[in-house]
């Protein structure tokens, strides 16, 4: 008996020794991805949610680990060796002090960088346009999205007919939104039928897009040039899977020059036969279109029910 103690002592001892390492082996594996799978921002608002991603990993595997070392060195150490009953104990009033104090801390902090870091990344200023912002008009409709260059017009919130626009869905044309790089923006969504979502992952950052309102989201500033993939990520009906849009960053040369090409002109994508045809009656209004430049482009997909 007095053997099968001590043998089972150096055993507990190696385990105890060995414990630390696999802890440092896992944190070791983890550390080859900083970011823990989360992509990189092109924006300084989602930087700060990688950031904000990145914090609470962090503090997760840290809780997770400790919570993984207590289960294991209590099975180790407290196994049942043999039939006598362990000391009873009603309450120990320090560890369920510790342990309501604890999450609550835990829960706190996260809260606090949470709504810090959210409380950034929806700030808006009322009037961009005096304030050097481009604003650039978001309209979400079944299926697809019409990007009106609200700058170009010179008035801060005013969609006007004249407004340089481009729309389409990914049933004929996905449409392109242009915007400058290194340049503060406001996207100001609306949507002409049911709830739709703005969403361009890179961004690390979407919003929804409501029927009846209108929400507004700005960014500092795009980092980074190049062509971005932005979709709807709200189940919004048949075709919402195309509701896909490129967003392509310009140099802003190369943004005045767009803005120029496209003022007065709009392009316009008609509604596939395929989608009013497969489309319960009534689920799309106005104008089908002909596939012709038009001069508004309002009505496509304007809701009738
Ligand atoms: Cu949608």
Redesign the pocket.
């Known amino acids: 008996m007095q053997q099968r103690r001590v043998g089972g002592v150096s055993r507990r001892r190696r385990i105890l020794r060995l414990l630390p390492l696999g802890l440092l082996t896992l944190l070791a594996t983890s550390a080859c991805d900083p970011s823990f799978g989360y992509q990189h921002a092109i924006t300084p608002q989602g930087a700060r949610m990688r950031h904000l991603w990145i914090g609470a990993c962090f503090a997760a595997s840290v809780v997770g680990l400790f919570v993984l070392f207590l289960i294991i060195w209590a099975v180790v150490v407290y196994r049942k060796r043999d039939d006598e009953l362990p000391k009873q104990i009603a309450l120990n009033l320090p560890i369920e002090i510790l342990y309501t104090v604890v999450p609550f801390v835990v829960v706190a902090a996260l809260f606090f960088y949470t709504a810090g870091d959210e409380v950034y990344a929806t700030k808006t200023t009322p009037t961009p346009t005096t304030q050097g912002i481009d604003t650039v008009d978001v309209e979400?409709f079944?299926?697809g999205w019409t990007f009106r260059y609200i700058s170009a017009s010179g008035q801060d919130g005013v969609p006007v007919d004249s407004a340089v626009f481009a729309t389409g869905s990914s049933n004929t044309t996905e449409p392109t939104l242009v915007v400058p790089v290194d340049t503060p923006i406001q996207f100001q969504l609306h949507s002409n039928n049911?709830?739709?979502?703005f969403d361009i992952p890179e961004m690390l950052f979407k919003m929804d897009?409501i029927p009846g309102r209108t929400n507004k989201w700005q960014v500092s500033e795009i980092t980074r040039t190049g062509t971005y993939e932005g979709h709807?990520?709200?189940?919004?009906?048949y075709d919402?899977a195309r509701?896909n849009f490129d967003m392509k960053v310009v140099s802003k040369a190369d943004y005045t020059t767009y803005l120029q090409q496209m003022s007065g002109q709009g392009r316009y994508e008609p509604i596939p036969q395929w989608v009013i045809a497969a489309t319960p009656a009534g689920s799309i209004g106005g104008d089908p279109g002909t596939g012709t430049t038009k001069a508004s482009g309002t009505s496509y997909g304007s809701s009738t029910s």
């Open positions: 979400a079944q299926w049911v709830i739709h979502d897009v709807c990520a709200e189940l919004c009906g919402h509701m």
